[in-house]
């Protein structure tokens, strides 16, 4: 079954302070985007390397929004990036794509 | 407990700093993009603990550590558990998280963090019972190394690339740094009070507004070391 993002750990993490949750997302909405723009740009441009940075940090905010299979993906989609490898570069722009449109909601 | 927050996230910081404000006796008093804007704020400020992300561009938390003369404890924060095993091998590391960092899982490492904090201060005070080399410091003074008991310091000023520590009696200009002082004296006695200043807490006459009065020196309180002064003051 396809996981889909959440607000889980945040809801958690800010135990009714609706501060802290407004701000947290606002965080994302800002962050995400910006680290998905890298991450193509360096893709395209094939900095690996780069792109695996990229990948890093966006593996973090996977996690923050529950999708525990996925981030296991972006663990192996980094590590390949390291070696040089793309292999998993569309699945993971699908990913992306996803969180990008759930933010859009939230 | 103060602390400052090191991570190149927006996100993990604030996680971060959530979960600080949600522990009693924590504070985070600074957040950092980058580990050379916090080794600059470390220079001028005492901190007893530094949340530290690993995995940064350019500067590492490793990189961090290594250029940190004395570090303060040190909780490293990472997404990946194979950066745990190279954390233990410096002895500033009290623990690390991983993330996304879980309420409890932060709850059990700050008391690691205190419980390493106390060890460290039985360990202090049973050495100043054994050897009374704890109860004084020497400085080099054209050549002389002169003894000066740490009771009898008022307060330590920085001045350029000197030092000037006023005693009761007189006044020794040292080429020293602050920071390099204040590792060497007593926590329990000395406090950063601002970035040029360290006090002897014992000498402090009284203190008004931003200012603290030892003898009949002035000297400035920094808005981030007052929480530190205000938490050791015994309070009516």
Known sequence: ?106 | MNCIIIDDEAAARAIVAQLCSQTPDLHAVEEFESAIEAIKFLNQNSIDLVFLDIHMPGFTGIDFIQTLGNPPKIVMTTSDTDFAIASYEYEAIVDYLVKPITPERFAKCVQKVKNSMATKSQAMDSSDTENSVGEDLYINIDRRLIKLKYREILLIEAKGDYINIKTEAKDYLVHTTLKKIHSKLPDEMFLQIHRSYIINFNKIIDIEDNSVLIEKNVIPISRSNRPELMRRLNLL
């Open chain 1, 1 to 106: 079954m396809k996981e889909s993002p959440n607000l889980k750990y945040i809801d958690q993490l800010a135990g009714g302070d609706n501060e802290f949750r407004e701000k947290f997302i606002g965080i994302l909405k800002e962050e995400f985007p910006l680290e998905s723009e890298e991450y193509q740009k360096n893709m395209e441009g094939r900095l690996f390397k780069v792109a695996s940075e990229n990948v890093h940090k966006i593996k973090h905010k996977i996690n923050v929004l529950g999708l525990h299979n996925t981030y296991t993906l972006a663990v192996r989609h980094e590590n390949e990036l390291r070696n040089g490898e793309d292999t998993l570069h569309g699945e993971f722009m699908g990913i992306l794509q996803d969180i990008q449109s759930y933010l859009k909601t939230i």
